[in-house]
């Protein structure tokens, strides 16, 4: 049997060095830093599981040195951040922000602010990412039309035969095809910093970009 402590802490200081030195394991969410400081007071820790996908805000070098396993869940939220993309990509693409706006200012409504809208079937969608939610992205970028392709040294050769989408290995192909870019990395070293000025300047001109991984 195993005691359940739940701090309900705002604030990581909050939490006193006593029941750090207590835990055999724990459950963290995105919301504290678990630094090489905080994993040093980890005296009986075995494992820290990071509930949800990123697991950014651990050390994961001062675990390993210490002998804690790090792990997250790689599912949680797939779904809900592919449609999120897309209620994004929808609401820039077709205009439904400068529609709302126009009606918060008093109107009036007018189908002329939709004029220079474009449809987005056969407009290429470029995918930096094709973990779990990259591909759920690409699948319902499929179904409304559009053409795919995608950007993922880590991913096995064959997967975009198995999706029907396309493939290329060098971003700087995915940005100047690409009428709309999306990211979904996990935030690493290698990815820390990607959007830059030369990353804006490879894309292709009018194309836009939609990243709901990581802010860094």
Wanted: net charge negative.
């Amino acid at each position: 049997n195993y005691d359940v402590i739940i701090p309900n802490a705002t604030d990581i200081t909050e939490i006193t060095d006593a029941m750090w030195a207590s835990c055999d394991g724990m459950l963290v969410w995105h919301d504290f830093e678990y630094s090489k400081i905080i994993i040093a007071k980890l005296s009986e820790c075995k494992g820290i599981v990071r509930v949800g996908t990123g697991f950014d805000n651990v050390d994961l070098e001062a675990a390993s040195n210490a002998g804690i396993i790090v792990s997250n869940v790689p599912d949680y939220g797939t779904n809900d951040v592919a449609d999120h993309t897309w209620a994004l990509v929808l609401t820039q693409e077709r205009g439904i922000l400068k529609f709302n706006q126009s009606m918060l200012n008093q109107g009036p409504w007018s189908w002329e602010l939709g004029a220079d809208l474009e449809r987005i079937q056969d407009k290429i969608m470029g995918i930096i990412g094709l973990g779990r939610i990259g591909t759920a992205v690409a699948m319902r970028a499929k179904a409304f039309g559009m053409k795919v392709v995608f950007y993922d040294p880590y991913i096995s050769i064959g997967i975009e035969k198995s999706l029907n989408i396309g493939r290329v290995h060098h971003l700087t192909d995915l940005l100047g095809a690409s009428d709309i870019v999306t990211i979904h990395t996990p935030i690493t070293d290698e990815t820390k910093g990607m959007v830059n000025a030369e990353f804006f300047n490879k894309m292709k001109n009018e194309s836009s970009l939609y990243n709901t991984a990581r802010g860094e």
